[in-house]
DNA sequence: CAATTGTATATTGGATCCAATCTGAGTTAA
DNA sequence: TTAACTCAGATTGGATCCAATATACAATTG
């Protein structure tokens, strides 16, 4: 009998698991900034030794999720007001810059994805979710730009101010405004109007960040 | 007797050393791409267990500067044509706009220490020393725009390509070129023009990319 | 009582050991 | 001949153990 060769390879590395579950608890705001994260206390969480532990830390790190101490420790990075600020205006250049690449080479399917996850969007009421359906609009039209190294930075910057952001939306009408900014760049970008998309989503991303930096001052004082 | 605290802490760890001195050999191109890096060899050379080096390894591989695969190890990462095209083009966008946020605030110290880095970039005869000179001349400018998120950014794409960018400057006239740029770059500074600097800076690192991408050309086929 | 010193415990950094997987040379069978 | 198989060595992934440092708190001294 002659079998096809399967591939039963295990891809993931415990370290892969760790690092992705901790990503994601930070970004979604689980883990509260300054929190200390015992190498101990998460490998018994995920069953393990504090090996892939500490190289999941690392790699975070480098990501600047958390920041680690010598012999202290590693904590959820907290950023500053202006750390902030200087995100949301990379952002801004960067992602419109991309929507300008981006709208020339928009396919009508991928026009058709951005109308359904702008759809999903505007219905999605649990405020967990808005985080995925505003990465899911925007990022999908960044596919069509072509520009896998752009992506990625653009992925690591949102990252960093997810949880943030995330606030934002709850807190304020920042989703019905996220909303209505949406349909503004869907229609710039079936119009084929590069130019108005990335004026569009500069405003939209510097938008957001104006109205998180008036909740963090009220805050934080 | 009362003595000042001093802090004798040692703040570097080993992973920090390994992964300073490997990410430096693959920057300036003493690994070549898709050299195999193991464990053991290098905890040899430092000294120490495999632990700090695989921690060092993770980073690198966060960074881009390496590729791991599970069970059969970490090679010098290997760009793509179209991948340093990306790259070139990246950082012309994020440069030329880091300049144009610099040059308002430009302080006269730090003219003077863009002028004497142009100078000692000028007077640089050794290919080694060329990319360092290189990034003194840009990045002194950049501290002009105080915008450490960006910096940092622009960092970690140099940090990809520039074994790439120093065998341009060694192997065609790259760096008489870079040199004229530079000044023409300075002088705009100088007059407090931010559009033309930024048009300069996005020119020249255009430029250096179109030259390199010809050589690579040539060289792979 | 305040400031300092000693000490026990928690936590991190690193070394060593074992298991899982890959690689390549030699062997066998169609 | 050539493709598949076997097995030993090399290499990586992970667990466990030890050393170095930090932290909290009791003890001590002025």
Redesign the interface.
Known sequence: MKLDRIDI???A?A?DLVFEALRKAIIEGELAEGEHLRQDHIAQMFNTSR?PV???L??L???GLVTTQ?FKGTVVAALSVS?IE??F??RA??ES?MIRLAVPSLTREQLEAARANLQAFAETTDPGSWGEANRNFHYGLYEAAD????LQ?IRS?LDRVDRYLRAQLTLTDGAQRANREHMAIFEACRKGDAAEAADLTRAHILDAGRSLLSILEKRRG
Chains 1, 2 share one sequence.
């Open positions: 390879r295990q891809t590395s370290t090996i500490r190289e999941a690392q790699r790190e480098q990501d010598r750390e200087e995100i205006e990379f250049l960067l810059e520009r896998p190294y752009h930075i910057s």
